[in-house]
């Protein structure tokens, strides 16, 4: 056990030093408050692909699956079918729009559409969005780590976080999309691995038939409401997260992004099966370990390099994960709040150095509350659901300008927060899930203000010069 644990220590102190060293190297396109938050622009499309796939694929998502593939078999897996849907969608509805519109922030976008109010409503919520998603990102990587590397989970969340906010505040954007390209690749690969260690170790997949019951094979286990909910947090997280437009708007061009999307779409439902299979072996492996510790038991048994490998993945892809949403809600905060509000003047390098502050209240405040998390998957969809609601503001922006009014956008975004986390808290009562409020309360709050909406005032009639010409 002892070498077992050597091996995998090594290789994972060996990896994450080549990180640390890709981050070093590109410190220097960290000196502005642009070169940190955009990292310079052009990055081709399997890039920023292989950016977006590490930070959905992350440690929550990942255990998150595999935690109900344990519970409830196979159909786990329709979460993954979702953000790929979402990713298609995004290619082919909202790339191009994102684009031209010329903001690279959703509170940005949505201000042009609907006035300042709603900017510093659509910063708020984002960055609590993506708070809720770093507590279950934090508490994933934690999980694993401490059950790999022998070590008490709570000091295992606490390296996780420091080592994360050190690497994103040196390197910027640049260093994120650069380290998550490798990221992926080893989360991809190692998620193959535990599957394939997870299937021999029970037997195949027909054992597999044998031993569960055939519900966890019925692909409509987990119940259509879920399967819609996940569809509506998924799509809806998709179309309006920060860090989601801040990396398709560094491409060349609309083509580009949009590849990336495909990329990301097609890679998605096969990780989500195996992920879902993983969890299900788990339930067969350790019948006796909770649901949230079948994926980092099973980590624990596989062979020492491929346990490396895995652990190597998970780690990355939590510290990828993390970088995203911790770097996306302090470029909102300095763009939306620092800047017009304490910096006008626009010195630069009072942003830069608010930003790395911002990076680190954002990396460490997650912490607090992910010492105690376990539903991961759950914790994780809330801060899905939440975005939902903007989601549904852009599309309105876009493709329906004139419906609703600036108010009922606003309002929207307020009441949509108070009752989506209100309602996660109540423990989504009579089976409704939260993510139908998100969806819900802005169409309903812009629906109301059109009906309500003051026609546009006529300009007052001129009367016609009276002729002086004599006929």
């Known amino acids: 056990m002892e070498t077992r644990l050597v091996i995998i220590a090594a290789i994972t102190v060996g990896y994450f030093a080549l990180m640390s060293w890709i981050t ?5 396109h960290a000196n502005s408050s642009d070169g ?75 201000a042009s559409a ?75 690969v190692g998620m193959i691995l535990a599957l394939a260690y997870a299937l021999e170790a029970t037997g195949g997949i027909h054992t597999l038939q044998a031993r ?29 997260t920060q860090y989601v437009i801040q990396a398709l708007v560094s491409t060349d061009n609309p083509a580009v992004a949009r590849r990336a999307c495909f990329y990301v779409s097609s890679l998605m439902i096969p990780f989500g099966l195996m992920a879902a299979l993983v969890g299900m072996c788990g339930a067969v492996l350790y019948p006796g370990v909770k649901s ?13 390099f491929s346990a490396s490998v895995m652990v190597v993945g998970l780690a990355g892809a939590l510290f990828g994960g993390i970088a995203a949403t911790t770097l996306a809600s302090a470029t ?26 911002a990076i680190l209240v954002a990396g460490l405040l997650p912490l607090v509350l992910a010492l105690s998390a376990e539903k991961l998957l759950l914790i994780a969809f809330l801060g899905k659901a939440l975005r939902a609601t903007l989601a549904v503001l852009v599309l309105m922006a876009f493709y ?15 009441l949509s927060v108070i009752a989506t986390i209100g309602w996660f808290l109540a423990g ?26 003051q026609p546009p005032a006529e300009a007052p009639k001129v009367p016609a010069a009276r002729s002086t010409a004599s006929f």
């Open 24 to 28: 070093f190297s590109v410190r220097r």
């Open 36 to 110: 940190m938050t955009a990292g310079g622009r052009n990055y081709p499309a399997y890039l920023i692909g292989a950016l977006l796939l590490s930070e959905f694929i992350g440690s929550s998502v990942s255990i998150g699956t595999a935690q109900k593939g344990f519970e409830l078999g196979i159909s786990a897996a329709w979460n993954l079918v979702a953000l790929s849907l979402g990713f298609l969608l995004l290619a082919l509805v909202l790339v191009r729009k994102y684009k031209e519109s010329g903001q690279s922030t959703i509170s940005g976008i949505l």
């Open 114 to 188: 609907y006035g300042e109010p709603i900017r510093y409503a659509a910063s708020v919520l984002t960055i609590v969005a993506l708070s809720i998603v770093a507590v279950a990102l934090y508490a994933g990587g934690g999980a694993v780590l401490a059950a790999v590397l022998h070590i008490d989970k709570t000091v295992a969340i606490l390296l996780v976080g420091a080592i994360t906010v050190a690497y994103v505040s040196l390197g910027g954007m640049r260093s994120v999309v650069y380290t998550n390209f490798a990221h992926s690749i080893m989360k991809y």
């Open 212 to 240: 569960l019951p055939a519900a966890m094979f019925d692909w409509t286990a987990i119940g259509w409401g879920q399967i819609c909910a996940w569809m509506i947090g998924g799509i809806g997280s998709i179309f309006a």
């Open 292 to 304: 949230i510790d079948a994926f980092p038991t099973l980590i624990a048994h596989m062979p020492a």
């Open 332 to 357: 909102l905060a300095m763009k939306d709040f620092y800047d017009p509000m304490f910096n006008k003047e626009k010195n630069d390098r009072k942003s830069v150095r608010f930003i790395r502050i």
């Open 400 to 414: 329906a300008p004139r419906f609703g009014t600036p108010r009922g956008a606003f309002v929207g975004v307020i």
């Open 428 to 453: 989504n009562p009579y089976g409704v899930d939260s993510s139908y409020l998100a969806l819900a309360v802005p169409l309903l709050t812009m629906g109301i203000s059109q009906v309500f909406k």
